[in-house]
T-cell receptor, first 110, second 114 residues
Framework: QQPVQSPQAVILREGEDAVINCSSSKALYSVHWYRQKHGEAPVFLMILLKGGEQKGHEKISASFNEKKQQSSLYLTASQLSYSGTYFCGTVLSGTYKYIFGTGTRLKVLA | SQTIHQWPATLVQPVGSPLSLECTVEGTSNPNLYWYRQAAGRGLQLLFYSVGIGQISSEVPQNLSASRPQDRQFILSSKKLLLSDSGFYLC?????????????FGPGTRLTVL
């Protein structure tokens, strides 16, 4: 039931790009992305709704393909501040129950 | 603007002792409220959620309980802590009028059970 994220971990150099994927076995009506820095609470980044919508936050953008039940997060020209664990999340249809993906640890090196 | 508070920030408790963690939200009314636990290096485990005063949905734990005595207050409790209860406890809220329920987190409580 929990969305699966890939890769589990990624290491980048500053300025490199990365893609994080989130796949669900259940239909998705919206997907949310969060970033959690070490020792801190997760922070909401953006929401993606049905319709293949793309959104952006800083140099981070995302896409949502509801037919494939997948969402992808794109980090462009990564900065040291992008380091952290990224989670996708969604609410189960017809409920208020919220579930998070398995998480992707991202480390950006100077 | 909305603010969510949690306390205490850190807690060290012996096995078998009771627990009470509190979460309050300011600047909004009738929020959905959530408790999560995160073991070291792991993901976010949903423990409880509430859509109104006195309404609690339990997801997993057997020795934890939650209560919502007021609209913007959510309390996590245990009568006897286990070693496995150690972790980072996070309270989150989402706007009731938003059907997508994106989560906004408090700063968290780091609990160590010895």
């Amino acid at each position: 039931q929990q969305p699966v994220q890939s890769p589990q971990a990624v290491i980048l150099r500053e300025g490199e790009d990365a893609v994080i994927n989130c796949s669900s076995s259940k239909a998705l009506y919206s997907v949310h992305w969060y970033r959690q820095k070490h020792g801190e609470a997760p922070v909401f980044l953006m929401i993606l709704l049905k319709g293949g919508e793309q959104k952006g936050h800083e140099k981070i953008s995302a896409s949502f393909n509801e037919k494939k039940q997948q969402s992808s997060l794109y980090l462009t020209a990564s900065q040291l501040s992008y380091s952290g664990t990224y989670f996708c999340g969604t609410v189960l249809s017809g409920t208020y129950k919220y579930i998070f993906g398995t998480g992707t640890r991202l480390k950006v090196l100077a | 603007s909305q603010t969510i508070h949690q306390w205490p920030a850190t807690l060290v408790q012996p096995v078998g002792s009771p627990l009470s963690l509190e979460c309050t939200v300011e600047g909004t009314s009738n929020p959905n409220l959530y408790w999560y636990r995160q073991a070291a290096g792991r993901g976010l485990q949903l423990l409880f959620y509430s859509v109104g005063i006195g309404q609690i949905s339990s997801e997993v734990p057997q020795n934890l309980s939650a209560s919502r005595p007021q609209d913007r207050q959510f309390i996590l409790s245990s009568k006897k802590l286990l070693l496995s209860d150690s972790g980072f406890y996070l309270c989150a809220w989402s706007p009731r009028q938003r059907i997508y329920n994106e989560q906004f987190f408090g700063p968290g409580t780091r609990l160590t059970v010895l």
